[in-house]
């Protein structure tokens, strides 16, 4: 008689290993699933839009009480201003944030974390995965963020001969920073999310980081302070969409092209290694 095979079926056999890309589909679904994610997108690109125009449309109609002076260094510079309008990207600094956070924060207010943990015990790949999706869509919301805030106003100040070309000089440097500034903003939110754990905590801290030590450092005295000044996220990015510093210079120690470039890259990578190491080593 023939003895049946009773040998133990492979673990891996049973419940194959995840693959990237399921991870990759997988953290799309869960990140569209957010509410927050939804509605609040769509409303930070026409808000920073509604207030790019807002401030063309303000040099639009003062533009005959300009002196000649003053028309030339808003050419230079004023144009960039309503382009990228620092009010209305703040507040697209904190929505893109606000969803780096959640993306992780929610899953472990949920319990959600658990389920996902025991179903894919590779905590850095699913924390990878996250990263990915996350960067991929918030690179296309800076994008199209920039093309609309940039476009709307300089069709706008184009009535006046007052608006820059997509091929001047700066240009394409100042659309690609402002395109990063959206993956930057949430992987820093992310990373913090995953140390913290708590969404208020987590936001907050990203905006002491990116809004309030820009405003509080002072980088006219000593270099050291200036140094720090210039490797904050916002700063670099206030670096990278200008064109003409020269016509404004007066900060004893500026930041290069290079050294902002180089921020952009640093702090999203950081804080991704922050939020790999977190999630691995502390139980959920």
């Known amino acids: 008689m023939t003895v049946p095979d009773t040998a133990p079926v492979s673990r891996d056999r049973v419940a194959p290993r995840a693959r990237f890309r399921d991870l990759l589909a997988a953290e799309w679904i869960k990140l569209w699933s957010l509410r927050s994610t939804r509605w609040s997108l769509p409303l930070v690109l026409l808000l920073v839009a509604a207030v790019s125009a807002n401030a063309a449309l303000a040099d639009h109609r003062n533009w005959p009480t300009y002196s000649a002076e003053r028309r030339e260094l808003f050419r230079l510079y004023g144009a960039f201003r309503d382009a990228f309008p620092e009010a209305g990207y703040l507040f697209f600094i904190l929505v ?7 993306t992780v924060v929610g899953e472990y207010q949920t319990g959600l974390i658990r389920t996902t943990f025991a179903t894919v015990p590779a905590r850095r790949s699913v924390v990878a995965a996250k990263a990915v999706v996350l960067s991929a869509v918030m690179l ?3 994008a199209l963020t920039a093309a609309a805030s940039s476009g709307v106003s300089q069709a706008i100040l184009s009535g006046r001969d ?4 997509v091929t001047d000089a700066g240009v394409p440097r100042a ?6 500034l959206a993956p930057v903003c949430a992987l820093i939110g992310m990373g913090l999310g ?3 754990r708590h969404t208020a905590a987590a936001v907050g801290a990203a905006m002491s980081v990116l809004v309030v030590l820009p405003l509080v450092v002072d980088s006219n005295r000593y270099r050291w302070v200036a140094e720090l000044h210039n490797a904050l996220p916002t700063t670099a990015w206030l670096r990278l969409i200008e064109v003409h510093p020269d016509t404004f210079m007066v900060d ?3 930041a290069t092209v290079s050294g902002s470039w180089t921020v952009y890259a640093a702090w999203p990578l950081v804080t991704t290694v922050v939020a790999l190491t977190a999630v691995h080593h502390r139980e959920p």
């Open 194 to 196: 995953a140390l913290l």
């Open 96 to 102: 893109t944030t606000t969803v780096g956070a959640m």
């Open 252 to 254: 004893p120690f500026p």
């Open 175 to 180: 659309l690609a920073a402002t395109a990063l």
């Open 162 to 165: 007052a608006n820059w070309s």
């Open 140 to 142: 296309i919301l800076g």
